[in-house]
């Protein structure tokens, strides 16, 4: 049920930006729908990497003094999911763009 939180969160943030951008640039949806997911990408990728800015991947230091938990600790992000989510979404737009724009391509 999380992951699926997760992916659908994603898909629908990554929605409402393409509508805000489509409604501050005055295009259509699809024209920049594929801007709006390399930008989420660059986005999510900025916060997900390895030694990134809020370090979300990285495990807690123990030292001695940190004591012990015998309770499973939940997971409330995947990143890999929302990242795998943002670039479906762009490949998605890709594929809408060509699909819409194959008259001019030929």
Do not use: C, W
């Not at 951008?21 to 699809?30: E, Q, V």
């Not at 390399?38 to 800015?53: D, E, H, K, L, Q």
């Not at 807690?60 to 940190?66: A, D, G, I, K, N």
């Not at 004591?67 to 490949?91: C, F, M, N, R, W």
């Amino acid at each position: 049920m999380i992951k699926f939180l997760n992916f659908a969160v994603t898909a629908l943030t990554i929605t409402i930006f393409n509508v805000l951008l489509m409604l501050i640039l005055s295009a259509g949806f699809i024209e920049v729908s594929f801007f709006a997911g390399i930008a989420s990408i660059v986005a999510i990728r900025f916060f997900t990497a390895p030694g990134n800015y809020a370090k979300a991947n990285r495990q807690p230091v123990q030292s001695s003094l940190t004591t012990v938990q015998l309770e499973d600790q939940k997971k409330y992000l995947h990143p890999k999911l929302i990242e795998g989510t943002s670039i479906a979404y762009t490949a998605l737009s890709l594929a809408a763009i060509f699909v819409s724009y194959y008259e001019y391509l030929t």
